[in-house]
Structures are given as C-alpha cells and as structure tokens.
C-alpha cells in the first residue's frame, strides 16, 4: 500500500522569504502523480501543484515549485516571496495512474504560518 | 458553476442517531469522493463514485456508513447510529474522467456528542 509522509506538522516563514515544505512517501508503482494541496482554515482545498511521475523536470506555478526525487520519493514544496495569503495547511498528496479511480492519499499535512 | 458544494456545513448530533450529508458535485464531472478529516490529520479515502456506480469503498468505511449516488449527479453519505468517533470533517470532491484534478468542497463538520 502506498504511504505519504509529512515530517513537518508546522512551519513559519517571513514575508517575502522562502519556505521548503517536505514529504516523502511511499511506492511500488512506477506510474502516479503527486500534488500539493492548501487547505486555508475554514476553506476548501484547492490544488497548488501537480507532478507527473514519468516527468523528469519538476513542476512549476508562478511562486511554487517542487523538488521531485523519484529515486528517493521525495517530494519537496518550495514557496517564494511568501505571502500572508500562503498561510494554511499543505497537504502532498499520491495518486496511483495504475488505479483508475483516482483517489487521492493524504499526507498528515504540515501548517504554514506567514509573518509580517 | 460554482464548484463542488456540501450540505450541511456543520451538523452536531447525538450519540446513536442517524445523519446524512449531501454534495453537489461540479456538473459533468463523473467521479465523485468522499474523504473523512480528522482534526490534525490529512483526509482519508472513503468511498467513491464513477456516475452512479459507487467503484470502490475503504475498509473505513463500516457497515454503518452508506453512500448512494443516483443518476450520477449528487451524492449522499449517511452514518447509521452515530459514534463519537466519528466526529470529523467530511469532505466531498469531483474530477472529470480525462483530468487528474480533484475539485474539493468546503466539507461537512459533524460533531457527535
């Protein structure tokens, strides 16, 4: 079964710094897909980024972007200039491309807080 | 469209009754999932649906629970003689066939007393 692990339940950053979200999971499969997930308190989860596993170059969405190690399934976020709305929950997330009902497996998330 | 919605937001119950949470999923999309949330925890694979054939359902999901999903269009998640343990946020998400993206709802937080 496949597992996804978030080591970091919390994290804060300055305001316009840096950040580095991390999670590892789990796999057999050679074929999946993995995303990013933000969970704002009270709000829907809306996908942040998404990773095809067969791509070798990693995923990019104007201020986000992932560090893919398939060899080492790890998965890595990196947030730029953070921004008071990036405060939330991140989820990283699998999905099998082998199972076609394409649930989603959950890390245990990992809490950004953003400091003016 | 406004996205996949959820009904109600927020349900408190006792101990032993019944309840049911509906979702409106964002329309033409054929697969439709329920999660459940913990506090503190990343959502969990209940059940889903691919029209109105439910396809698959976690070893979570006991005999208590039942989700139907007619016609293909909403779908329902009911909990027979409720737990405390089951306290939790049910989420509801969609996503076409031909797209990896799962769209989620802002959730039902049921709390048991």
């Known amino acids: 079964a496949q597992t996804v692990t978030q080591s970091q339940p919390e994290m804060s950053v300055q305001e316009a710094e840096t950040v580095t979200l991390s999670c590892t999971y789990d796999t057999s499969e050679s074929d999946y897909y993995l995303f990013w997930y933000k969970q704002p308190p009270s709000r829907q989860m809306i996908l942040v980024i998404r990773q095809e596993a067969y791509k070798q170059q990693n995923a990019t969405e104007n201020r986000f972007s992932v560090n893919f190690q398939k060899a080492a399934k790890s998965f890595s976020l990196k947030i730029s200039d953070s921004q008071l709305g990036d405060a939330a929950m991140y989820f990283c997330?699998?999905?099998?491309?082998?199972?076609?009902?394409?649930?989603?497996?959950f890390g245990q998330g990992t809490e950004l807080s953003v400091k003016p | 469209d406004t996205g996949v919605s959820q009904d109600p937001r927020h349900k408190i119950t006792k101990r032993g009754q019944n309840v049911t949470f509906r979702c409106d999923p964002i329309s033409e999309h054929n697969r439709l999932y329920w999660y459940r949330q913990t506090l503190g925890q990343g959502p969990e694979f209940l059940t889903y649906?691919?029209?109105?054939?439910?396809?698959?359902k976690s070893r979570l999901l006991s005999d208590r629970f039942s989700a139907e999903r007619p016609k293909g269009s909403f779908s329902t998640l009911e909990i027979q003689r409720t737990e405390q343990g089951d306290s939790a946020m049910y989420l509801c998400?969609?996503?076409?066939?031909?797209?990896?993206?799962?769209?989620f709802g802002q959730g039902t937080r049921l709390t048991v007393v």
């Open positions: 649906f691919q029209n109105e054939a439910q396809l698959e």
């Open positions: 997330a699998y999905r099998s491309e082998t199972n076609q009902g394409g649930k989603l497996i």
């Open positions: 998400a969609s996503s076409p066939l031909t797209n990896t993206e799962a769209f």
